[in-house]
């Protein structure tokens, strides 16, 4: 491997307050974001939706929890992924890892929910097997008349993000394909260690180690396997 050149500490510190000029860019541009993401028209939601619960049937108004946001993670522990009926999406069984104490943001009034095709009963094994404790529903509907299809989620994982006024709901936000790495600390603690992911698409000196992304992911409960 290629290592960088070897420097003295001075040196060492002097070349990090050079990047710190760039973290502090990087910085300010996310907060820009965020900022814009705010002022997002928002588009008005029919609250026709059905899912399951262990209690029964729930429009989307009542995933709400009583609170004025609600964010809906699209997770495929559906019947035909991989890994089924052992386990879900093995990506989206990473996100799920990635999931903290939702208290927090129940203190700005904001739920969290995920939602899949899996019935109750196959949700419910599958967070035991993983050590989950989430609210995970199950979208009820025909494929082309449902949640998953009409907020673009039928194909793939993606986020959306939804606020109440009273009983009127607006959709406000939506996340998918790499934007919902930001959920997911793992990227984040490997992104600032010298290997970095270690997958093939990275820009990384000559010689690091480097696998194809995707294919080194395991559920958490399977890694020893490998």
């Known amino acids: 491997m290629q290592t960088p050149e070897i420097v003295s500490a001075q040196e060492w510190a002097d070349a990090h307050n050079q990047m710190l000029v760039k973290e502090k860019e990087l910085t300010r541009a996310r907060d820009e ?8 028209p928002w588009t008005l939601v029919p609250n026709n939706y059905i899912f399951e619960g262990p209690r029964g ?3 989307l108004l009542d995933l709400f929890d009583g609170r004025r946001q609600l964010i809906v993670y699209r ?9 089924w009926p052992d386990h879900g999406c ?8 990635h999931v903290g104490n939702l208290s927090h943001l129940h203190a700005r009034d904001t739920t969290l929910v995920y939602v899949s095709r899996g019935s109750q009963r196959d949700i419910a094994r599958i967070q035991d097997r993983m050590g989950w404790d989430l609210p995970w529903y199950t979208i009820v509907g025909e494929p082309g008349a449902a949640f998953d ?3 673009g989620v039928d194909q793939w994982h993606g986020t959306n993000a939804f606020i109440r006024q009273g009983e009127d709901i607006f959709r406000t936000y939506f996340i998918n394909d790499r ?11 490997l992104d600032m260690t010298a290997l970095g992911r270690q997958e093939t698409w990275e820009d990384s000196p ?7 992304p995707y294919q080194w992911w395991r559920w ?4 020893g396997d490998h």
């Open 33 to 40: 974001l965020a900022a814009l993401r705010r002022r997002m």
């Open 57 to 59: 049937r729930l429009s």
């Open 75 to 83: 997770a495929f522990a559906d019947p035909g992924v991989g890994g």
């Open 90 to 97: 093995v990506g989206c069984s990473l996100m799920a890892d």
């Open 149 to 151: 299809t009409d907020f």
């Open 179 to 189: 934007g919902d790495e930001a959920f997911v600390n793992t990227w984040s603690f």
């Open 206 to 212: 000559a010689g690091y180690p480097q696998s194809p």
């Open 220 to 223: 958490h409960d399977t890694y």
